[in-house]
């Protein structure tokens, strides 16, 4: 099984930074592509960003495109969502997700981590 754990959220001003990250630990071999969402109350979980296998290829939503950043060092185990430039529309629940294929295509979820952005 693939375990992810995020990690870097909390409470920032319109127009400051956070950097969340997300560590996979099990079978991170059958990692493929990696991935951000986020759920403000009463809203539909959204995709942000999606990163490759190999961190050639990336996507964003147009809500956050020029302002956020994906990676990952496979190394680590470890995917990196870089947000600049915040908004207060941009507060929600930040989840990562792995998609896999080993024996079958499955979405792995973390818990999640709170982003509040307030003056």
């Known amino acids: 099984q693939v375990h992810l754990a995020e990690s870097g959220g909390g409470l920032v001003q319109p127009g400051g930074s956070l950097r969340l990250s997300c560590a996979a630990s099990g079978f991170t071999s059958s990692i493929n592509s990696m991935s951000w969402y986020r759920q403000a109350p009463g809203k539909e979980r959204e995709l942000i960003a999606t990163?490759?296998?190999?961190?050639?290829?990336?996507n964003y939503a147009d809500s956050v495109k020029g302002r956020f950043t994906i990676s990952r060092d496979n190394a680590k185990n470890t995917v990196y969502l870089q947000m600049n430039s915040l908004k207060p529309e941009d507060t929600a629940v930040y989840y990562c997700?792995?998609?896999?294929?080993?024996?079958?295509?499955?979405?792995?979820w973390g818990q999640g981590t709170q982003v509040t952005v307030s003056s």
């Open positions: 990163i490759s296998s190999t961190g050639v290829i990336t």
């Open positions: 997700n792995a998609r896999t294929y080993f024996q079958g295509n499955f979405d792995h």
